[in-house]
């Protein structure tokens, strides 16, 4: 049996699945899902993320954290969280330019958030016992300061489509055809939504509401700042953004479920309306200025000089993070943080 088979049993006998139930079952059922038994990373696996393009953005990302624990005043302890940390590379690179401001790395008690036991287990071959695991960020203790980082973790939480017609807003699921193979159908929309054009896209996703929400309020109760970097929009919009990645080319979402990685861009205006909601405050800004604040360009040079072999490679690789038509205008970079401070790269111009 494969997922597609289970899935296909499971629609006849109860009806359609929301798309945000599709993605749930194609990424995490235990048996057949990506995450849980296939997830490949880097250049010879499915897809690529900034870690692994270069040590300059965990870098940076470890010296956004420090910043930010020195406005913070220092506190000791206090959390540092990442959720989603892929194969570890992220928080390598992070601890690793921590140790340049003293004290950091010594009142941090480092988590990773990882539902994944594939990735878990090479996480823990490349930080070993420098780290605690949690499976959800209500298992990681509360009480201190957080300072938490998620690198494509967003795009990885389900959302429903919803399409408008000639007749009114209807839901995009998943159905199976006579043959029993997986189809996209619509069905009536269940809640009102606002007015827009026949053919319309508009995607929802409860789950990037409820972990802003749930970041706001541990940070408006305890103090600190959230980093989520991701692909997506900071202005409400609509869009199919539905993709599936397999080596690296887009994929049918239909044609392989659980061998390939599902993923919707982030929806950043409603991550921090929640965040807000909760009693947080919350800033966003393109990939390429968050980076630029933090020194990327002069981190590039100082690379250079000590690597001048490695120029090509270190200009491409900040060509890539940074440039427009690469990842430095679809990333954004949001911060979520307590009241009463800016957070390093987001204080005001």
Known sequence: MSLADKLAA????TGPLTMAQYMTACLHDPQFGYYATRPALGEAGDFLTAPLV???FGELIGLWAASAWRQLGGPDPFVLIEMGPGDGTLMEDLLRAGRALPGFLEAAEVWLVETSEPLAARQAARLGDRVSWAR???EVPGGAPMLLVANE????LPARQFVRTATGWTEQVVGVDRQGALILGRVPAPVALPDARDGAVLEISAA???????????????GGAALLIDYGRDQPGFGDTLQALSRHRK??????????DLTVWADFPAVMAAAEAAG?????????????????????????RARP??????????NRLVSSDQMGELFKACCLYSPGWLPPAFEED
């Open 10 to 13: 499971q629609i006849a006998q």
């Open 54 to 56: 270069s040590q300059m």
């Open 136 to 138: 959800s960020l209500d």
């Open 153 to 156: 973790l967003l795009d990885c």
């Open 208 to 222: 990037q509401e409820a972990l802003g929400a749930i970041l706001g309020q541990r940070l408006a109760e305890s």
């Open 251 to 260: 994929v049918d979402p239909l044609a392989c479920p659980g061998e390939a």
């Open 280 to 304: 947080a405050r919350a800033a966003v800004q393109t990939q390429a200025a968050f980076l630029a604040r933090m020194g990327i360009g002069e981190r590039a040079e100082a690379l250079v």
């Open 309 to 318: 072999d490695k120029a090509h490679t270190i200009g491409r690789q900040l």
